[in-house]
């Protein structure tokens, strides 16, 4: 009976101080401030927040922020020190500094174990000077037209190969009363993919053009191939092929618009089809892809950066924000987060296998590769946003093609003199 009672005292004691040391963790909220294309479709993240709430404690309190918003919002928050405790970024070598402040914003993750089990092509958009202060998880980032093989076959089209071809079938899918392309202006950044992604086309006939943008040796505005691709999009909004609505089209409503067959082509990353499979199974093994074909591309663009998540050096729970960041890295819950998100073909974290389907990693073979001019050209990424609006005027009449292009150089210009850039004297 004593030993019954003692046995009984202990078990209640161990529950006291478990419930003590729980509600300990409890009491701490970590804030996640992120934007919409910060975290998967699919809601993993968050699921792992859960997940790690459950295990310490520690609630994550995701806030998320309209994707045109965020980049403007961060900064801000940055330098008047109100920062999240862990916020998330769009990462790459050029722009990091300027979006974030490393150096004086940020924890030093560099001991951390989980660093020395991220792909090595990716501590660039996340290092500053030799030390690395964040965490990412995507692989590299593909974008290419997805579009519905029964629908194709049903008009007797197929995928295009060059801007000819593409505006041909266009007219033909525009003529079923079909809307061709799914073009989104709501979110401010998808219609700046085909300018910049398609960097590499303009190197074919400028070697080294990368090089002589960011020494300042060649303006932007210059590349002939940037002048036709700005053209041809103001060509298909002008004949609508991006349908009535784009302008107000927000692009997480791609999903519906193809499954239902009110649009016939959307451009996208490269798991979107999984998703869409997922979400819409009817779709399954009706979607094929092509690269984007303006300006008679054929060079499939890699960036090898992504979003990154960050800890906030002022925060007062760093080591809460370690603990999570060391949670997330964890193998299993990287298996999680790969199983859980559809869109995640591949990871930047060699223990995890990638996911392409074997029709998508066939074509992807055939082409030629090259990096987009977002992740190599300095002063491209950072304006993305204020480019999305200078085609959004241009759509609406109050802008030029010439005008976009001057805008641009001028903007490039304004930013490395404020950066005191060498080659902008």
Known sequence: MINRKAGMLIGALALVLSAGAFAQGKAVSLSFGTHQSGLPVSGIVQ?????????????????????AQWRDLLKAKIQAGEAPDIFCS???????????????????????????????????AISYKGKVYGITFPGEKIWVYFYNKDLFAKLGIKAPTNYAEFKAISAKIAAS?????????????HQVLPLFESGPLYQTTNAGLYDKLNANAYNIKDIPQLKTIISQLKEFADLGYYGKDFMSNSIEGDYKAIAEGKAAMVLEGIGW???????????????????????????????????????????????????????LARHDNLQKRSDGDPQALAMCWPEIATKYPKDYADYLAKLKRGTVMQAAVKYVDSQWMDVGKDLEAMYAGASTVDQVLQTISARRDEQAKLQKDPSWK
Not at 47 to 67: N, R, S, W, Y
Not at 111 to 119: I, L
Not at 179 to 185: D, F, I, S
Not at 310 to 321: C, L, M, P, Y
């Open 177 to 189: 009363g079909i809307v061709p392309v799914y073009e989104a202006l709501q979110n401010g950044w």
């Open 273 to 327: 089809g999984t998703q869409a499979e997922t979400d819409f199974p009817a779709l399954k093994g009706k979607l094929g892809i092509f690269v984007m074909p303006w300006g008679d591309n054929q060079i499939i663009g890699i960036n090898p950066a992504s979003n990154a998540y960050f800890g906030n050096v002022k925060s007062k729970h760093q080591k809460e924000i370690l603990q999570f960041f060391a949670f």
């Open 90 to 124: 769009d990462a790459d070598p050029l722009s990091l500094y300027d979006r974030v402040r490393p150096d004086t914003s940020c924890m030093d993750l560099s001991g951390q174990e989980f660093v020395k089990r991220m792909a090595s092509s990716v501590l660039p």
């Open 47 to 67: 699921k792992l927040g859960a997940d790690f709430e459950k295990e310490t404690g520690i609630k994550i309190d995701f806030q998320i922020v309209p994707d």
